[in-house]
């Protein structure tokens, strides 16, 4: 047939092999650890803050709410939130 792709062809196109899910898993954790040690480096001023509360909301409740697939956009929003609130307290 014409349009039909051959086996070679397809193993060809795609030569890497997806993460597994334990892998993808234990990589968003890793980040969530950072992202929860930077968070709480930020000392008492930025505790007071209410984006504190709410970074902390994302990387816990949030985080482990939400399956594998959306960790990686709560951890996205938790690190923004985060750079955010570096921003403030180095200002104050």
Request: aromatic share 6%; proline share 4%; hydrophobic share 40%.
């Amino acid at each position: 047939m014409p349009h039909r792709r051959s086996s070679l062809a397809l193993a060809k196109s795609h030569p890497q092999k997806r993460p597994s899910f334990r892998q993808r898993y234990e990589e968003l954790e890793v980040r969530r650890a950072e992202l929860s040690a930077r968070l709480h480096l930020l000392g008492e001023a930025a505790q007071r803050h209410p984006g504190y509360k709410r970074a902390l909301k994302l990387l816990n409740d949030i985080y482990r709410k939400e399956k594998l697939a959306q960790r990686l956009a709560v951890l996205q929003a938790a690190a923004w939130l985060i750079d955010i609130l570096e921003k403030l307290v180095s200002a104050m």
